[in-house]
């Protein structure tokens, strides 16, 4: 098993979402300790307090991989100024029911994807203010704004200077999960298939 089982909540659901193309990359690059899994968020029906004390198998296998997983990275495009509803169902769905908040501790790193320099800003800022009611441990630095007009060249392969910066930002993550000794305390349940969840 790798040193630390990374889940991958990515915002973008569209076929052709940058943040998803952005996840490829930073899962290319990702430290070797890392083993990284995503979850299709879109698979999630919309949250209801109907169904938070008996949730949809779907729901369920996802509120496994959360328990399961060491730490979390969340990859948000940006709507509005804020992180898409989407995102927001699937952080909402193992928050409850109330006292029994998966995320709780949690070790997570916040980026996402845009076509501007300063892209997502807004996004990773809402997302920070609920992941701290959520009593994660985000790393505060280094932010990542990713841009992707740039990052790819013509064969969508991942450009230097933005190799560079995931690399970079992936050393500082593997830091702070040292720092919280992640590994030390791990709590991952083998039973749980670490594996890409996609719905096409
Ligand atoms: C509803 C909506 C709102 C958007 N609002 C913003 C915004 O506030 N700031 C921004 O930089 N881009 C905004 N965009 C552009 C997105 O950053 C862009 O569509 C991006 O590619 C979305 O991420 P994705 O490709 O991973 O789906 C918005 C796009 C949509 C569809």
């Known amino acids: 098993m790798a040193k630390y089982q990374v889940l991958a909540v990515v915002g973008g659901i569209a076929k052709e979402s940058l943040n998803k193309k952005f996840y490829g990359a930073m899962k290319e690059l ?18 209801t307090q109907d169904m938070e004390n008996d949730p949809p198998e779907i729901v ?24 898409p509803g989407v995102l ?27 076509t501007g320099s300063i892209g997502t800003f807004g996004a990773q800022h809402h997302l920070r203010q609920c992941l701290a009611y959520l009593d994660v ?8 704004y990713f841009n992707a007009s740039k990052a790819f060249d013509e064969n969508g392969q991942i450009k ?12 500082a993550f593997e830091k702070h999960l040292e720092h919280l000794h992640i ?8 039973k749980v298939p670490f594996q890409e969840h996609r719905a096409h």
């Open 88 to 114: 927001k169902n699937a952080l909402d769905w193992p928050s409850r029911p109330y006292g029994q908040n998966l995320w709780k501790g949690k070790a997570a790193a916040v980026t996402g994807a845009s």
């Open 137 to 144: 441990d985000v790393m505060g630095q280094p932010e990542l």
């Open 183 to 190: 590994a030390e305390n791990k709590k991952g349940n083998p």
């Open 160 to 171: 230097n200077d933005a190799k560079k910066l995931v690399t970079q930002y992936w050393e």
């Open 30 to 47: 990702a430290p070797k300790d890392f083993e990284l899994a995503t979850f299709d968020i879109s698979t999630l029906p919309f949250f």
């Open 60 to 83: 369920q296998d996802f509120k496994e991989l959360v328990k399961a997983c060491d730490a979390v990275v969340f990859i948000t495009p940006e709507y509005n100024r804020s992180f």
